[in-house]
């Protein structure tokens, strides 16, 4: 009539219905020793380690720093071959003190880039359509359960999605002084938050004219910083002094007073100015390395830059061609 009877006080039961459950019980397979896997440290990045690598001055470096951590979100802006994508991983790595890559993430925006891929929307399955996570949802998540260290997420070629499409309600969460505030999401009956440890950096070419303004909404939650051609940098002169090539030399002093031309130019400015990653990682610079250059990148740019005045792609042609003879 019990379902709960206290059997203690009968001691012989209580002995041999433990022995027999120990006799049923098979015998525990020994326990091997797991081996212990040490994972090795990321590799430390100072500062110093980011001016090797990327043509800018100390300067401006800590400049740029200053921004990110008071803004939080950064746009790197410049002429095409500045080094902006280069420099934008190496500038987080800088800012954590380490190579960690696990805390940095990168993506290119796009035409037919979305809202779903950015935060996240249902998408066709097996069963038909389940709800996605896309990748600055799962990164701030992660971010958000790791808030003793520093996020960085790079937005390549920021300018060429839907910003607005994109971000959606993101637009606030992601302003500084709203950070960890939560809002809720289009797709989910949940709350979301930008963590105050997860820093936004993209990357806008100033030289693309296809490309319409940014959203002034987008504009005002972001710094913009303006990178500029290294060839005055000390990284760029001691790079260039080890090729010990003349040629090179000729060709970089022609490149720079295309620049100042470039830049005085009412219709082009100091955005179009040609950047030092043209001429950068030669172990040899030697003549057919840096006709290619000539030939198939600067010279089709100048066409580009001025295709209603042949004359003036004509005679800059001609100087760049001559300096590498």
Avoid at 38 to 62: G, R
Wanted: proline fraction near 4%; glycine fraction near 4%; include cysteine.
């Amino acid at each position: 009539m019990k379902t709960l009877t206290d059997v203690t006080k009968y001691t012989d039961f209580v002995e041999s219905t433990v022995a027999k459950i120990v006799e049923d019980r098979p015998e525990p397979e020994p326990v091997k020793p797991k081996s212990l896997t040490i994972l090795p440290d990321n590799d430390p990045y100072a500062p110093e380690d980011f001016l090797n690598d990327v043509y800018m001055d100390e300067h401006s470096y800590e400049t740029l720093v200053s921004l990110i951590r008071a803004k939080k979100n950064v746009i790197l802006q410049g002429a095409p071959g500045v080094g902006k994508t280069y420099a934008a991983k190496r500038l987080a790595y800088s800012m954590m003190g380490e190579k960690d890559a696990d805390r940095v993430m990168m993506v290119q925006f796009h035409q037919s880039y979305s809202y779903e891929d950015f935060i996240m929307g249902f998408r066709p399955s097996e069963k038909g359509f389940e709800l996605k996570h896309g990748a600055f949802y799962t990164f701030c998540k992660k971010a958000e359960e790791d808030s003793d260290n520093e996020y960085f997420f790079i937005i390549d070629e920021i300018n060429r999605g839907n910003l607005s499409k994109i971000f959606g309600e993101l637009f606030m969460l992601i302003e500084s002084d709203k950070r960890n505030i939560e809002l809720r999401l289009l797709y989910a009956n949940e709350k979301f938050s930008v963590p105050a440890n997860v820093y936004i950096i993209g990357m806008m070419n100033t030289a693309d004219r296809s490309l319409a303004m940014l959203d002034y909404a987008l504009r005002r939650r972001f710094a913009f910083f303006e990178m500029k051609p290294g060839f005055e940098t000390d990284g760029f002169r001691t790079y260039r002094m080890g090729l010990h090539s003349e040629r090179f030399d000729r060709l970089i002093q022609c490149v720079e007073n295309l620049n100042n031309v470039i830049a005085a130019d009412e219709s082009l400015g100091e955005g179009f100015c040609i950047g030092h990653s043209y001429f950068c990682n030669m172990k040899e610079a030697d003549e057919q390395t840096l006709s290619n250059i000539v030939e198939f990148e600067l010279i089709p740019l100048l066409k580009e830059y001025w295709f209603d005045e042949p004359t003036k792609v004509k005679d800059w042609t001609n100087n760049l061609r001559s300096a590498i003879k």
